[in-house]
């Protein structure tokens, strides 16, 4: 693809969970409740403004069966990795083990490769 050519939904798709995960891997450990309530708000203005509608609103269902866990650092990353996959199931590929959310998203392999 020419690289001055818009995302393709693919594309779009891998951008935007890259930004959400590493967003969740900086999340504060004990968020307070300012900072939880703008994540949560995020979290559903996000799906509801995403470019991609059927993307969107598919999340937007998603998280209402399970609505943003944003208390803590951990939380939110496990409910982060648990809706990526929920979306990967739907979309017939293969769930992360979201044991290695932290090491993908925050420090990187303990080989130190990505220093």
């Given amino acids: 693809m020419h690289s001055g050519c818009p995302l393709n939904r693919r594309e779009l798709g891998r951008a935007s969970w890259a930004f959400l995960h590493t967003m ?3 999340y504060p450990e004990e968020a307070t409740p300012e900072k939880q309530k703008e994540m949560e708000e995020f ?3 996000f799906a509801s403004v995403y470019p991609c509608g059927y993307c969107g609103d598919t999340t937007w269902q998603e998280m209402m ?3 943003p866990q944003v208390k803590t650092r951990s939380e939110f990353t496990q409910w ?3 809706l990526h996959n929920e979306v990967n199931d739907r979309l017939g590929k293969e769930q992360f083990d979201c044991s290695k959310v932290e090491e993908r998203w925050r420090t990187g392999p303990p080989d130190g490769s990505c220093k």
Avoid: K, L
Wanted: hydrophobic share 50%; glycine share 0%.
């Fill in 65 to 67: 069966r399970h609505p």
């Fill in 80 to 82: 982060m990795c648990e």
């Fill in 24 to 26: 969740a891997a900086f």
């Fill in 43 to 45: 979290m559903w203005t």
